[in-house]
């Protein structure tokens, strides 16, 4: 059982990684998240040995977070508006969180098994109630995604633009 100073450390410390990594990305440095914490960093060090295990800790909520926006528009009652507040919620972490976007939408080896299969789902339905054009496929929305992402990085205010201009393409019809 983890002592209650102990337990309130690393509550601390993964709430001050979530932070510092939505604003700098993965690769802040962890004397950052110590400081933001208010703990030193050898405290961090004993929470979290290496660096993928703070990440970890931090992945495995923005994901369970992830597949809860997909369940959500999933059960919408438009498929088209479940498809695209979905994109939007999604393309809105990605403007505020750094670490979203590099963890979640990119390349990194998480496993999002559940929310891959539910954009399966949102792109059947919305096809099948001919809202979505029919040689959309996953990939074509995560690179979506991937766009609007880097469009937030260099102007976090215009993505909203680009996302609108990249729904036109996606429409069917």
Same mark, same amino acid.
């Not at 440095?29 to 060090?45: C, D, H, N, S, W």
């Not at 931090?58 to 997909?70: D, H, K, R, S, V």
């Not at 809202?131 to 995604?145: H, T």
């Not at 680009?162 to 996606?170: K, N, V």
């Given at each position: 059982?983890?002592?209650?100073?102990?337990?309130?450390?690393?509550?601390a +410390?993964?709430?001050?990684a979530?932070?510092?990594?939505?604003e700098r =990305?993965? =690769?802040a440095?962890?004397?950052?998240?110590?400081?933001?914490? /208010?703990?030193?960093? =050898?405290? $961090?060090?004993r929470?979290?040995?290496e660096?993928?295990?703070? @990440?970890?800790?931090? +992945?495995?909520?923005?994901?369970?977070? %992830?597949?809860? +926006? &997909?369940r959500?528009?999933?059960?919408?009652?438009?498929? %088209?508006?479940? #498809?695209?507040?979905? #994109?939007?919620?999604t393309?809105e972490?990605? *403007?505020?969180?750094? &670490?979203?976007?590099? !963890?979640?939408?990119?390349?990194?080896?998480?496993?999002?098994?559940?929310?891959?299969?539910? @954009?399966?789902? +949102?792109?059947?339905?919305?096809?099948?109630? /001919?809202?979505?054009?029919?040689?959309?496929?996953? @990939?074509?929305?995560?690179?979506?995604?991937m *766009?609007?992402?880097?469009?937030?990085?260099?102007?976090?205010?215009? %993505?909203?633009r680009?996302?609108? $201009?990249? !729904?036109? &393409? $996606?429409r069917? =019809?």
């Open positions: 059982m983890i002592r209650r100073d102990a337990q309130r450390n690393r509550d +410390l993964v709430v001050a979530r932070e510092v990594l939505a =990305g993965v =690769g440095p962890l004397e950052a998240v110590a400081k933001r914490a /208010g703990v030193a960093i =050898g405290t $961090l060090y929470h979290f040995p660096r993928g295990e703070l @990440i970890d800790a931090i +992945l495995e909520e923005q994901l369970a977070g %992830w597949a809860e +926006l &997909a959500q528009a999933v059960a919408a009652a438009d498929a %088209w508006e479940g #498809l695209v507040g979905f #994109l939007e919620r393309c972490l990605q *403007a505020r969180d750094r &670490a979203f976007t590099e !963890l979640v939408c990119q390349e990194h080896q998480s496993d999002r098994s559940e929310v891959n299969r539910l @954009i399966g789902q +949102l792109i059947e339905r919305a096809q099948r109630a /001919g809202a979505l054009r029919l040689d959309v496929g996953p @990939i074509d929305l995560a690179f979506f995604m *766009a609007c992402s880097r469009v937030a990085e260099q102007d976090p205010e215009r %993505w909203r680009h996302f609108t $201009l990249m !729904l036109d &393409a $996606l069917a =019809g």
